[in-house]
């Protein structure tokens, strides 16, 4: 099971941080990852993390303001969301995969997920 937290309604600019504690599974044989929607669009891939942490993974459109980290002792991913923009507003879900193709340029897809979360809403609003 994957729960996020976290989310709330922000002014643009501000930052959050969006926690995901998994339970169930061996959360260190797992890469993970968030991923975000909002309503009439397909659910896109924000970031990844290998299972060991060495290897963050980011879409273009957050690089340089989000931060992925993990920490497997607590079975927990995190996403740190500074200077949100409006365009950031979405529901996000936290994933896990345990076997990846690393040699693809992100192999974080939607459909090589193979546990979601029920998800988290982030609102950036001025």
């Known amino acids: 099971e994957l729960i996020e937290s976290g989310g709330g309604l922000v002014q643009v600019g501000a930052s959050l941080r969006l926690t995901c504690v998994a339970s169930g599974r061996t959360f260190s044989d797992y890469a993970m990852a968030w991923f975000r929607q909002t309503p009439g669009k397909e659910r896109e891939f924000v970031s990844g993390i290998s299972w060991g942490g060495a290897t963050p993974y980011y879409a273009d459109s957050v690089k340089g303001r989000f931060t992925i980290s993990r920490d497997n002792a607590k079975s927990t991913v995190i996403l740190q969301m500074n200077n949100l923009k409006p365009e950031d507003s979405a529901v996000y879900y936290c994933?896990?995969?345990?076997?990846?193709?690393?040699?693809?340029?992100?192999?974080?897809?939607?459909?090589?997920?193979?546990?979601w979360g029920k998800g988290t809403l982030v609102t950036a609003s001025s």
């Open positions: 994933a896990a995969v345990r076997l990846l193709d690393y040699s693809l340029e992100n192999p974080f897809t939607p459909d090589a997920m193979d546990y």
